[in-house]
């Protein structure tokens, strides 16, 4: 079993996350009230096989039908539940036949499955990827006949970037923009409707000696829910910068932060905070309405940070990256909860924020334990088992008294004895 590792701490609230990593594996941990702050593995689905790797996920969290995503190195998005671990579907999402090698060549870089769903719709769920190589599609998959070609419903496909390579991608809360960025391409916004480009960023000026970077963009969140303009993006430069795309193609902040790349980035639900991680370990939060640096998360990671999200309702964030570890944060205080090892190189981290740990309770105890009635059968033997050998006993002594009366000699009576014993001293004394 996986190691556990647990800080002093008020405890870890209940939680699900779901890890993936290099081996195509998917694990989910969960924290339970019972023991309080202790997350632990409970179950793991796949087998190991690194040529099936998970490149990017993304959870459609509701309360209704969940779906989780993932897309892997052979090109293939697979749908999965969630809940049990089921393949729904599994659509190539890119490139020629699984055969064919040129799938390596192009993997997939980015994925988003839409959370938009009506109850009584035919599809199982509309997914966004991009390739490395700027091959951006959109794609929908109906419920019937899910396992066959004829799974894949409408679709639309445009080009990003015709250079450079493809790093990250990023959906608006609305689920109507998404901008791409990566190394050699310059952070850029399209409309998924119209698959058309509506803003493009331009280069920093050049420093005093006139040498500009070229861009590499290593990460980007939409910054608030309710206003799509503003946007963060981190580079491989150790940069943080925010775009607004409704005044100006440069940067108005740009913060430097120590000395590694960014890898990843996570917006918060009020709006003007964002969480950073470093590929040397280092996890920070910013307030981006200032650049001001809130503060850094305290207990150093050992490895690059590759995915961090942050849960929509509590207050915490989990990271994890190349040091195998998924760790648990608190926003407020910046402690670390929890730490679980999970053996892997992992890529990403989702949290299932409908997670209740009074429906399991609710269920186990409507269902009986099977130890505890074994336990009152072994029970209800040993004291049947005890009532037969008393009642046995109970016999044989009885049985045993009435034999001993009939054999045993009459006894005299007590005064006989006493006047025997005062004739025998009076003879004694006369001798």
Known sequence: MPRTSVVESPGCPPLRALTTDILGLIKVVEARTKPEGVAKVVETWGAPDASRAVLAASLADRAVDPVLAVARKNGVVELLNPLNGDTLAGVKAAGPAPADSSAEEDPLATLHLFRRHAPDSSMLGTFLTCTEKGKAYVKSVEK????????????????VSNSGVVQFSSVDAGESYVMF??????????????????????SPRGNSLKIFTAPWFTAGTFLCKDDHRKIVACTNNHQVRLYD???????????????????????????HAVYIGTGRGDLASFDMRTGKLLGCFVGKCSGSIRSIVRHPELP??????????????????????????????LTSVVIDSHFSTEELEETKSKQPDPSVEAEAEVRKQRKEKKNRTSEDGTRMLDHNDNDAEMHAPKRKKSGEKSKGMKKKSKKQQVA
């Open 144 to 159: 019937e006949n899910a396992a066959s070609d004829m799974a894949v419903g409408p679709s639309s496909s445009w080009d």
């Open 316 to 345: 915490l964030i989990a990271s994890c990256g190349l040091d195998s570890y998924l760790r648990i944060w608190d926003t407020d205080t910046r402690q670390l909860l929890s730490a679980v090892f999970l053996k892997q190189h």
């Open 245 to 271: 795309t409704a005044s100006q193609r440069r940067p108005v902040i740009s913060v430097d932060f120590r000395e590694s790349p960014i890898k990843a980035v996570a917006g918060d639900p009020n709006g």
């Open 181 to 202: 960025g990566g190394k050699g391409i310059e952070v850029n916004m399209w409309d998924i409707t119209s698959c058309s480009k509506i803003w493009s960023a331009k």
